[in-house]
């Protein structure tokens, strides 16, 4: 298998979101997010977003792994594997309760600092994702989230607090996570985890009008955000986030081909606003062609310009295949609609393809469209862990997801001259998964005893991962 040692001073780690493992949903003054009201669901059946929190019901999020208690000890294990950062988020509700507040929630400014503290006393770099999932539930009820321009200024308020507070203690942030998610406008779930908006009850044409509404304003509040964090500290390094997926034509048929490049343009235009600080020519056309008529004034796209971001950060877990059997490329405009399932491919137990080769594809083709570092914030195999009778765990399905995938980002790397800042895996602990909810879909390197049914003793343990990823990051990669 291919190997190469990465560049002195590549960024080895993990990744985690605060709502997905630090628990204390409302402990020392923390106000209800988004994801607090969100209960459990499965590879089949889709997370339930409920009114507010409502008795009985599990909601895994609210205690999760209880890393707010128990960060000493998991930051430790992560040093131990020799971590040089490790990606986590501000919990917005730790920080603003309610997301309108005028003053900030001090007690949460300490957890960070705290945090922050324990991760350089370790030589561990912190990457911070300013909103990952967690908008403050207070806006999703009074102001219908990002549809509503409020929205700049509360979450521009909100990384104005974080960027002085901790301005010399990280220096890589990054602003909305997986912000391209909400192409997919039409799945209720990603509307309302990534711009604060329930949809129910609206037709997909009007899904699709608030989706480029929200998307707008948060485009012009992360801009406002990297503009004003460059100003407090012109080391700091601002990212954007996005979830990338190389797009692949199911057959070599010039419709399925063009069909690709479509969906492709539709999720890059995200990126295309960060790092160029303008929209592309095809997505206003297809806003106009359509009668979308969003709020968008010179003014913002003045703001556009100048706070274009410093990289790209990006989650890679699969590809996507597409046929022209089910949309025509003109008739493109629900991606979910387009999508093939690709007969090459292995999948996980959620259905995930299994496509190593992709995340090389995309660090090309990012570096070609981009011409800035990119970093992999996201990477990794949710799967189900056996624990033997000796307590060992032996997940050798993840070890081989692993290294083959670090493999090819590799060859980028070496072969195909990419600037990649660091490799930050998903989940190197165990934690409540976004998408289901569920506790046993497992991407961790530390295993964490508590189930979907929310029981357990929290226990933290060794994989048989930890050990390899250890030996990988003590030979800066070359040892695989
Ligand atoms: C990304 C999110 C993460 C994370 C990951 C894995 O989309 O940024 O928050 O959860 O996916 O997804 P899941 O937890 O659904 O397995």
Redesign the pocket.
Known sequence: MYSAKMPDGFLWGGAV?AH?LEGAWNVDGKGMSVADVMTVGSATKPREITDGVIEGKNYPNHSAIDFYHHYKEDIKLMAEMGFKAFRTSIAWTRIFPNGDDEQPNEAGLKFYDDLFATCHHYGIEPVITLS??EIPFNLVKKYHGFTNRKLIDFFVRFATVCFKRYKDSVKYWMTF??ID?QAAYTEDFLMATNSGIILNGLTDKEKEAAMYQAAHYELVASALAVKIGHKINPDFQIGCMI?YSPVRPLTPSSDDVLLADKFEQRRDWFSDVHVFGEYPKEVEAYIERNGYRPDITDEDRVVLKEGTVDYVGF?Y?QSTTVSAEKVKPDELNDLSKAIAKNPTLERSD?GWEIDPEGLRISLNHLTDRYHVPLFIV?N?L?AYDKVEKDGSIHDDYRVDYMRKHISEMEKAVELDGVDLMGYLP??PIDL?????GQMD?R?GFIYVDKNDAGEGTLKRSRKDSFDWYKKVINSNGADL
């Open positions: 979101a997905q990952h999932f996570n997986e998610n979830n989650s877990y959620w996201e990794g949710g998903w989940g409540v998964s976004a998408g289901t879909k991407y």
